[in-house]
């Protein structure tokens, strides 16, 4: 069986372990490289704050950088293939993948709804290696909890312990703690803390985590216009579409910091880490993987923890043949899920989760914006009118409480990070 370190190089290969740089100082955590006085990297913050992820080595301090791969980002050129023969070598190079990173004690696969994840728990059971647990997650208010269901209906089928998390957290402590764990590096997983805490209660030492496969091989966020305008480097073009206009940094940070943040500067550097991309047999897919994936996504190894994660989709010949696909293969998003029809026809009656419904839980939307008031209350970097405009309405307003998870992260994750800053060690010369 191969090694835990083996398992980590597939990750470490791509960059996705955090690995933060401060001049000649390295650690795993962005925290322990804050000194008082830093300053703020506003193009970058201008960056997140529209797209949820930095770019490149961006981090919100201009001190600070995350650690490039290994080997440098690299574009994988396109190859000419038909529809069916990719979907045919994407069955046995996933199998190979699988085949090589199979685990002799116990393990768990976090499960949802979608195509990642199934496709993982149907090739171990192919294999004749059944999961310890599948591990499914409520979801926070308002996403709806679908994927439960069907989460149920497969493992019901497939003979595999099907475990449900709550959240028991409000969403303030859980936005608060995630900043944290993910090294202020996303606007996501907040909902994963709760696996991560689940996975420590039942002592399950390993995950197969399906990171990856949704930009590689499900088109995600991508489309053939956007593809085609990156192809004739059109990219002031694309940076619009991908960062469209809208006043919230305007309206919810004080003057002299939006000004600073302003969408001229984050278009500026859209622009610049798109064009590193054209010439990728899907650029978009491209620019995807190494910013969101690699920069946002691959954060919930930060929360795993001591948890080993086996990401078999990072794979370096699968992940070249994937990166390597025409546009017209992958783009339209059904590609990933006729594979796993392909491969696993005894599972095809059971549906995917569906997706957009909604829930309502007022209690957690007064929870959340009360905490988040009393936090931001004092701050002098977010605009007094915005905190009651916005946040507050999320707390007496029932038609607007599920805007909470729009209105309080931004400020939150600047407040959060500035006091981090006033109370670290003074940097040594």
């Known amino acids: 069986m191969p090694s835990d370190l083996q398992f980590r190089s597939d990750a470490e290969r791509l960059g996705f372990l955090p690995s933060f740089q401060r001049g000649s100082q390295t650690s795993s955590r962005f925290s322990d490289l804050i000194c008082?006085?830093?300053?703020?990297?506003?193009?970058?913050?201008?960056?997140?704050?529209?797209?949820?992820?930095f770019l490149g080595e961006d981090t919100a301090l201009t001190a600070i950088k995350a650690a490039p791969p290994p080997g440098g980002i690299f574009i994988v050129p396109e190859q000419r293939i038909s529809r069916g023969q990719a979907?045919?070598?994407?069955?046995?190079?996933?199998?190979k993948s699988m085949g090589q990173r199979l685990l002799d004690g116990p393990f768990a696969v976090p499960l949802s709804g979608g195509r990642d994840s199934r496709h993982i728990l149907l090739e171990l059971l192919r294999l004749g290696r059944k999961p310890q647990f599948a591990i499914t997650m409520l979801r926070f208010p308002p996403k709806c909890n679908d994927d439960v269901l069907v989460a149920a209906e497969l493992c019901a089928r497939a003979g595999v312990p099907h475990r449900v998390f709550p959240q028991t957290e409000d969403?303030?402590?859980?936005?608060?703690?995630?900043?944290?764990?993910?090294?202020?590096?996303?606007?996501?997983?907040?909902w994963t803390l709760a696996l991560a805490d689940g996975?420590?209660?039942?002592?399950?030492?390993?995950?197969?985590?399906?990171?990856?496969?949704?930009?590689?091989?499900?088109?995600?966020?991508?489309?053939?216009?956007?593809?085609?305008?990156?192809?004739?480097?059109?990219l002031d073009e694309v940076a619009e579409r991908l960062m469209p206009?809208?006043?919230?940094?305007?309206?919810?940070?004080?003057?002299?910091?939006?000004?600073?943040?302003?969408?001229?500067?984050?278009l500026q550097r859209l622009h610049r880490e798109l064009r590193r991309h054209v010439g990728a047999a899907n650029p978009l897919a491209s620019f995807y993987f190494w910013n969101r994936t690699r920069r946002e996504i691959a954060r919930v190894l930060d929360v795993y923890g001591d948890t080993a994660a086996i990401t078999p989709f990072l794979d370096n010949e699968l992940f070249r043949f994937l990166s390597s696909l025409p546009a017209e293969v992958t783009i339209p998003g059904d590609f990933h899920t006729e594979t796993i029809l392909r491969a696993y026809p005894e599972f095809a009656?059971?549906?995917f989760e569906a997706k957009g419904g909604k829930t309502r839980n007022l209690h957690f939307y007064r929870t959340y914006a009360r905490k988040a008031l009393a936090f931001l209350w004092r701050s002098d970097l977010v605009r007094t009118g915005y905190k009651f405009r916005q946040i507050l309405r999320c707390a007496v307003d029932p038609t607007y409480g599920d805007q909470i998870h729009w209105v309080a992260p931004r400020p939150i994750f600047l407040e959060q990070l500035r006091r981090l800053i006033e109370v670290a060690p003074q940097a040594t010369s």
């Open 349 to 351: 009656h059971i549906r």
């Open 87 to 95: 979907i045919d070598n994407y069955v046995d190079l996933f199998r």
């Open 171 to 190: 969403g303030f402590t859980v936005e608060t703690r995630k900043n944290h764990l993910t090294n202020f590096c996303t606007d996501e997983h907040q």
């Open 36 to 53: 008082r006085g830093d300053e703020w990297d506003f193009g970058a913050l201008a960056v997140f704050f529209r797209l949820g992820f």
């Open 199 to 234: 996975l420590g209660e039942l002592a399950v030492p390993a995950v197969y985590d399906g990171i990856g496969g949704d930009i590689l091989s499900s088109g995600l966020f991508q489309t053939i216009d956007l593809h085609q305008l990156l192809c004739g480097e059109r």
């Open 245 to 266: 206009p809208g006043r919230v940094i305007k309206d919810c940070f004080a003057l002299e910091l939006s000004a600073k943040m302003n969408r001229e500067v984050a």
